[in-house]
């Protein structure tokens, strides 16, 4: 019997799953497709930055980070991101540039002149920029696959075409059922990206997390002085940067609804460059390229921050990264073996994105781990098979 069922083959439950099997509990891992990296894994811009507001984000990410730059698969870039402040934000933006250099991540503070060094832009209505030397780029599949590798290596079953339908919580054992079995395991956490409000239901749970479709549009192929860091303008949510000889581009669109819809949504191409343009002119001499332009969901929260931990007995939630679950994978996979193993995050205080969902989805953390009793294997923690 696995001690844990971890249903999501993701970068977050690939993690996981290996932080799991490392700690020394045999590990199922469910996923509904056929392959791994199959949801916003595999769609994701795939840019990682310290540069947040929220302290908790700030060490995810940048924890993160560090791990994924000794991984060869993660093919980790520091590419950097480049904000454009506008005047209005100036102030919001100090304040995290104080809690991230508090914490002690590489960030500067740049003059508009010398952020012009790094990609050319209109300087109206802007204060300043900041730059994250050590932001960047990964590469999601290949850091998904290294961790399910790895998992795998340590005892771990991969179970590909295989969905989660339902489970019941029955004698201090979760009872999993798929199309092709029954499991039961004294753990069971969901990993499922956007899909985790669906899957909560099916526990008759009501997790607030939901799907919002994103683009990623990109440019044919042009000639450009130099790579682009990935760089925001915070005015209007615009970003761009080099892939190869290309620049992928991009915005949200507030007025997305949520829900599973398909397909890019060419008409976000409008605003999307006018926003573009309005900073970056030389936009204007570059082509599409609609073939290799993309889309795909993220998993929202309504507060925009994940939801970590346990939420019920024996029921841990890892989703809701609203947008920068691929940054912050690699820490996460590690907390949530922690929670498992010690009967609490120990790495980073987790405590605010569990009480969190509370407020935002009616549920409430039991503390269930075990009220603090280490999950069945202890002191196994570290030991490799
Ligand atoms: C366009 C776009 C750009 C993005 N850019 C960035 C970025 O630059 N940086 C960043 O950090 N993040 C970015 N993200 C967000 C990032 O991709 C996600 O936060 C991250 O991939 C979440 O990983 P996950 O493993 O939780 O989810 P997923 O990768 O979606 O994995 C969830 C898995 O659960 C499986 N699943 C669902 N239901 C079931 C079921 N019933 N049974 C079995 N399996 C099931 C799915 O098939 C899927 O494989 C972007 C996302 C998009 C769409």
């Known amino acids: ?179 092709k079995g029954r499991y039961e395991a004294p753990y069971l956490l969901l990993s499922t990206g956007a899909w985790t409000g669906e899957v909560g239901r099916r526990l008759g749970l009501e997790i607030p997390v939901f799907p919002v479709r994103r683009m990623v549009f990109a440019t044919a192929p042009a000639p450009f002085p130099h790579a682009f860091p990935l760089t925001v303008d915070l005015g209007t949510g615009f970003y761009l940067r080099s892939e190869g000889p290309r620049l992928l581009f991009g915005r949200s669109n507030p007025e997305e609804p949520p829900g599973f819809r398909e397909g890019v949504d060419w008409d976000w191409l409008g605003p999307t460059l006018e926003a573009g343009l309005a900073r970056f002119p030389f936009l204007e001499g570059l082509s599409l390229d609609r073939k290799a332009s993309w889309w795909g969901y993220y998993e929202m929260t309504p507060d925009h921050n994940p939801i970590l931990g346990f939420v019920e007995e024996g029921l841990l939630v890892a989703a809701g990264f609203s947008g920068q679950g691929v940054q912050q994978a690699a820490m996460v996979g590690r907390l949530m073996a922690e929670e498992v193993v010690f009967g609490r995050a120990r790495s980073l205080d987790i405590e605010p994105s569990a009480s969190g969902a509370s407020s935002r989805g009616g549920f409430l953390r039991s503390g269930a781990s075990s009220d603090a009793t280490p999950c069945c294997l202890g002191p196994a923690w570290g030991a490799r098979r």
């Open 1 to 179: 019997m696995p001690d844990i069922a971890v249903v999501g083959a993701g970068i977050v439950g690939a993690a996981s799953a290996f932080r799991l099997a490392e700690g020394g509990l045999e590990v199922l891992l469910l996923e509904k497709e056929p392959t791994y990296a199959q949801g916003s894994t595999g769609k994701s811009a795939a840019g990682v930055r310290v540069q947040f507001s929220e302290p908790l984000n700030v060490l995810l990410s940048y924890r993160s980070i560090l791990e994924y730059r000794e991984i060869p698969e993660a093919a980790y870039r520091p590419t950097g991101y480049l904000f454009l402040v506008p005047e209005g934000l100036a102030e919001a933006q100090e304040e995290a540039l104080k809690v991230q250099k508090a914490l002690g991540v590489p960030v500067e503070k740049l003059s508009l002149a010398e952020a012009q060094r790094r990609v050319p832009f209109r300087e109206e209505g802007l204060a300043y920029a900041t730059f994250g030397p050590m932001d960047g780029t990964i590469d999601p599949h290949g850091a998904t696959a290294y961790y399910l590798r790895e998992a795998r290596r340590l005892g771990a079953e991969v179970r590909f075409s295989e969905a989660f339908l339902s489970a019941r919580r029955e004698g201090g054992l979760w009872r999993v059922e798929t199309p």
